[in-house]
């Protein structure tokens, strides 16, 4: 897949495809409330961002309430992605326990779709993943949105990946042919299941025709 955003109206491949990873992670979930999905990967340059952005405009195009939070703090990309400003989003609002919808979440320009960026303050403050805050601003949105889509750092990267997929709904694990090892991907599954984290599936992602 292409570092870009996709029309999910359009028939090209890419469009198709993810509309089938989106029915197929609709369908892991019948059976239980799923309001939050964490996208993650074993390692970084797996295009886990661009996966969850897309997958986000996809669930939007289906008329849901969808919010994308970029919860990586070392390296955030949603407000590239979607070309907006990274003033305030849920740094602040982990600061602050409690969501300003006003200031720290933006319109993306896409029906149904809402942007939190990572925000301001100190970059790599990922210390406040560890609190008991994510879990109270989660409560918060899911009055509001019908999903939460969250872009998270690696697995072995950075290990309080691990710690959030424990407080969120469903887990879907990004990974690149070519790319992401198999030990990583081994590894990446046992830290999910200490983590007792729900692991909804896989998408893999530039993937050949074979």
């Given at each position: 897949m292409s570092n870009r955003l996709i029309t999910v109206s359009s028939r090209s491949?890419?469009?198709e495809q993810l509309q089938t990873?989106?029915?197929n992670i609709t369908f892991s979930m019948m059976n239980q409330a799923a309001n939050s999905i964490m996208f993650t990967s074993p390692e970084s340059g797996?295009?886990?961002s661009i996966i969850a952005a897309n997958m986000a405009?996809?669930?939007a195009s289906q008329g849901q309430r969808v919010l994308l939070i970029d919860a990586d703090f070392r390296h955030p990309s949603m407000h590239k992605i979607f070309q907006k400003q990274d003033y305030r989003g849920l740094r602040?609002?982990?600061?602050?326990r409690q969501v300003n919808y006003q200031r720290d979440i933006q319109d993306s320009d896409i029906e149904n779709l809402s942007i939190m960026t990572s925000g301001t303050g100190i970059k790599n403050d990922v210390s406040l993943i560890k609190t008991e805050r994510i879990p109270h601003l989660l409560m918060?949105?899911?009055q509001v949105?019908?999903?939460v889509v969250i872009d998270v750092p690696s697995l072995m990267d950075v290990s309080d990946t691990q710690v959030l997929a424990s407080q969120v709904d469903g887990v879907v694990l990004v990974i690149r042919q070519g790319h992401t090892t198999k030990m990583s991907v081994d590894r990446s599954i046992e830290l999910l299941q200490m983590a007792d984290a729900n692991l909804l599936g896989y998408a893999m992602n530039s993937a050949g025709s074979e």
């Open positions: 491949p890419v469009a990873l989106r029915t797996d295009g886990r405009i996809a669930w602040d609002a982990l600061l602050t918060q949105f899911k949105y019908d999903l």
